[in-house]
């Protein structure tokens, strides 16, 4: 299955998901009295609009490089995570503001829910945990960051929906405080996800080198390579989901150019083969 078919597919369930999960929260939470499940209806409705800017944010990233993007397009997935974060950093502040409001309000403000949102929670639960795991496989497929944003606002929506039960099932039970408690800790949750979304876009948009461990591995390769004799420097920088590698290597300094440039060609096409998040190496090569 190719790139845009799996991206057509994961958007459409997204968007049919969340909007009838999102209509028939928002039902149970009116004609059932919880804030809770209203709060999380919402949340589930944030997440139709989290879907398209994934989607859009995707396609962009897959366009060809030209004459004013010479580096490619990767960074737009940057932005949409960076924009989902945003979205769903906003939606859990709004939840978190109404539970607020509801408990400074005292009991009086307070209804006790009935069952039927407590039914709608747990078929949340249970549709959104699997939405979430439908879109991380095909998000690691890809490897797209916009599309492993969209997943977590799915496991987010559960998370918040186990919410929603616990302080539904206690306000049931006598504890109708629970209810606006509840919403209090979805919005603690969300807000978590919305940081940690947040904090990897910008870690890919601001040029951030890789990880030890992944340079490491990448220099004992190269230093592996037929005619090198030494890795001088190993330099990283992510650039959307890709990466980008600047490398020195150290080579026979009595050997041809015409040999340094055959060596350098095989390192390149051998990093390029070896690890396709690289889109691009450029080396150096220093006289031994």
């Known amino acids: ?17 969340n909007v009838l999960l999102a209509a028939f929260k928002l039902f149970a939470g009116l004609f059932g009295r919880s804030g809770a499940m209203i ?6 409705l944030s997440d139709v609009f989290a879907t398209l800017i994934a989607y859009i944010g995707v396609r ?22 960076l924009i989902l974060g945003l979205i769903l950093a906003g939606t859990g502040a709004g939840i978190g503001y109404n539970g607020i409001r509801k408990l400074l309000g005292g009991n009086e403000a307070i209804e006790v829910p009935t069952m039927l949102p407590l039914i ?51 306000a049931r039970l006598g504890l109708p405080i629970m209810d606006p408690i509840a919403e209090l800790i979805i919005c603690l949750l969300i807000l978590k996800v919305a940081y940690d979304i947040s904090r990897d876009a910008l870690t890919a948009m601001l040029d ?16 592996e390579q037929e005619g090198v004799d030494r890795v001088d420097s190993l330099r990283t920088r992510q650039f959307g989901n890709r990466i980008y590698v600047d490398l020195e290597i150290a080579l026979n300094g009595d050997i041809s150019l015409r040999e340094a440039h055959s060596v350098a060609e095989n390192v390149h096409n051998a990093v390029e083969n070896s690890f396709p998040e690289i889109k691009h190496i450029m080396i150096h090569v220093n006289p031994l």
């Open 60 to 81: 962009l990233s897959k366009q060809e490089e030209d004459e004013e993007h010479p580096y490619g397009h990767e960074r737009f997935e940057c932005v949409a995570s």
């Open 39 to 44: 709060s999380d209806a919402v949340h589930s």
């Open 1 to 17: 299955m190719d790139e845009n078919t799996i991206v057509r597919k994961l958007s459409r369930v997204g968007i049919i998901g």
């Open 120 to 170: 709608a929670a747990v078929v949340s639960v249970v549709v959104k945990e699997a939405m979430f795991r439908y879109t991380m496989h095909y998000a690691r497929e890809m490897d797209s960051a916009a599309f492993r944003a969209d997943a977590w606002h799915h496991r987010s929506d559960a998370l918040s929906s186990i919410g929603s039960f616990v302080g539904i099932g206690l």
């Open 208 to 223: 951030t080198s890789c990880d030890k461990t992944f340079e490491q591995k990448l220099g004992t390769f190269i230093s």
